[in-house]
């Protein structure tokens, strides 16, 4: 059964600039939300989205882990469309390696450093047989030392296959982090840490699903959609965008 998965993440840290409340005009910028209002954030995206799901297709933990890995610099959407057939072809690490690097590179072509994740998505299937009996491991170490895996990759992968309650801090949801701010850090690795101690336990393991689409769809980069934003009573965010008026147009 096809289950939907979260957008991947890039490689590159996340420098400061990227959300604009850390530094503006060289201060710093507003203290973090406390605790009561962090959980009110949660409380309203929960009942926003009760069961948020990622926007990655996989079918298992190895069709997951081969999807997060795609996805670096790419879209889901672009992900998505590639792996539909290269997941029909094969869908565990075995049937990979039958595959061999010049086929996987021929379906996913049209996704960008398509020669290096091809390597990387044999290779890793290679060390899963060999070293793992053909199974995703459930250990963090054991993750991040696959080609291509990093901390963000391997904590969507214990996320959304086992179910453990941790976050993969992406461009989106370091932005949305540091607007809030719920919490302020220069890091990926330091928001994590901020947010997995933040975060009330009971929207823990859904946080990283809520944050990341409230940062794609609503808390954009560019010109996020304040006026109707669920948050911007809590927001703290000093850069705000405000609704246009209407076009005298409009009223004719």
């Not at 850390?22 to 710093?28: C, N, Q, R, T």
């Not at 996704?111 to 995703?136: C, D, P, Q, Y």
Request: glycine share 6%.
């Amino acid at each position: 059964m096809k289950t939907r998965q979260p957008r991947a993440l890039k490689k590159p840290s996340i420098s400061a600039a990227s959300a604009e409340p850390i530094v503006a005009g060289g201060k710093s910028g507003p203290a973090p939300l406390p605790r009561k209002l962090v959980a009110e954030v949660f409380s309203r995206l929960a009942a926003a989205n009760p069961e948020p799901r990622p926007e990655l297709d996989y079918h298992n933990p190895f069709t997951l882990l081969v999807a997060v890995v795609l996805s670096a610099q790419a879209t889901d959407r672009s992900v998505n469309i590639a792996t539909a057939p290269l997941f029909a072809a094969a869908d565990s690490p075995e049937a990979m390696l039958r595959l061999g690097e010049e086929r996987v590179r021929g379906f996913i072509r049209t996704i960008g450093l398509f020669n290096t994740k091809a390597r990387n998505v044999v290779a890793l299937s290679r060390i899963l047989v060999e070293r793992h009996g053909g199974e995703v491991p459930r250990e963090r170490e054991a993750l991040e030392v696959l080609p291509g895996v990093g901390r963000k990759t391997a904590s969507v992968v214990l996320n959304v296959a086992f179910g453990v309650p941790t976050i993969a801090v992406d461009t989106h949801i370091f932005r949305v982090a540091n607007r809030l701010p719920l919490v302020v850090a220069t890091t990926p690795d330091k928001v994590q840490a901020g947010l997995e101690a933040t975060v009330p336990e009971a929207y823990l393991h859904d946080a990283h699903h809520w944050l990341i689409l409230f940062g794609r769809y609503v808390c954009k980069a560019r010109r996020p959609e304040c006026p109707t934003c669920p948050l911007a009573d809590l927001c703290r965010y000093p850069a705000k965008t405000v609704a246009l008026p209407p076009s005298p147009a409009a009223a004719i």
